[in-house]
């Protein structure tokens, strides 16, 4: 699923980011078709920042409530696979125990810092990076899906180094390149596909040239679109709103008709199945809250 998602060229595909169980479960019900599991915005959710703070089982945990809270395939940002090429292939096939349907490894040294930060980004031996996706490959089963990210044009080391790049990840056995821009447009991305002529599926992440229209993507041939961080900023935006309102208002009747209601938490996380479970497994001793009907009586909700 997600191969054909991610591994396709004739139809754009996008994946949106989640960071936890609720923001896959909101990103599913939208309609997306596969999730991106950010690194950045796991952190974040953790009050971690985005340099390998958080440790590969952290973020395996959080990468389960990802997986059990939709259908949808989940890609996972795996760093630079925290490590060399054997933390880098313990990472997979932990992931993969976990249910992930890919992940995508960032040709970084440990530890990293997000793309967007500062001006330091070492890239990794080309050899010694190819070394991690191969033995990544080998870890796992064909389904897994592997993406090698570029960083070069990142660490402004120019287009010629990501394609050598490129044709050295595809000749290690990655399934698709991910190439990774801070330009404010997508004009180094849409140099980069044509010179690399979709000789392996190419995925982006149009977090500083967001203004580009997705006909340009679609042109360029790219096979898919990440929308990287933007539920939890999101989040993140709608939360510090909510706090200082409450904070200066000392009550919450303003900010009510702009929030969820607990009605639509207990819809979006199936309460209503919960209800029926219980009639069907305990009988007699249901928690009044529920009706078989599947309806939840919240007390002034
Ligand atoms: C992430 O979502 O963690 C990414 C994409 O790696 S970015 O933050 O744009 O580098
Ligand atoms: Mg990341």
Known sequence: MLRAEVCSSSQLSFLMEAHDGLSAAIAERAGFKGLWASGLSIACSLGYRDANEASWSQLADVVERIVDSSRLPVLVDGDGGF???????????????????????????????NSFVGDRHPLAEVNEFSGRLRAVKDALAEDFVLVARIEALIGGKGMDQAIMRAHAYADAGADAILIHSRRNAADEIVAFARAWQNKL???????????????????????????????????????????????????????????????????????????????????GQRCGAFHSDGGIDFVGG
């Open 83 to 113: 490590g060399n090429f054997n933390n880098a292939r313990l990472l997979a096939r932990k992931l993969h125990q976990r249910g992930a349907a890919g992940v995508a490894l960032e040709d970084s040294c440990f530890p990293k810092i």
């Open 201 to 283: 599926p190419l995925v982006i992440v149009p977090t500083k040239y967001y203004r580009t229209p997705a006909s340009v993507y679609r042109e360029a041939r790219v096979s898919t679109v990440i929308w990287a961080n933007h539920s939890m900023r999101a989040a993140m935006a709608a939360m510090g709103q909510v706090c200082r309102r409450i904070m200066t208002e000392e009550n919450t009747a303003s900010i009510e008709p702009g929030i969820a209601t607990l009605d639509e938490v207990f819809e979006l996380l199936r309460y209503d199945e919960l209800a029926r479970a219980e009639a069907r497994y305990l009988p």
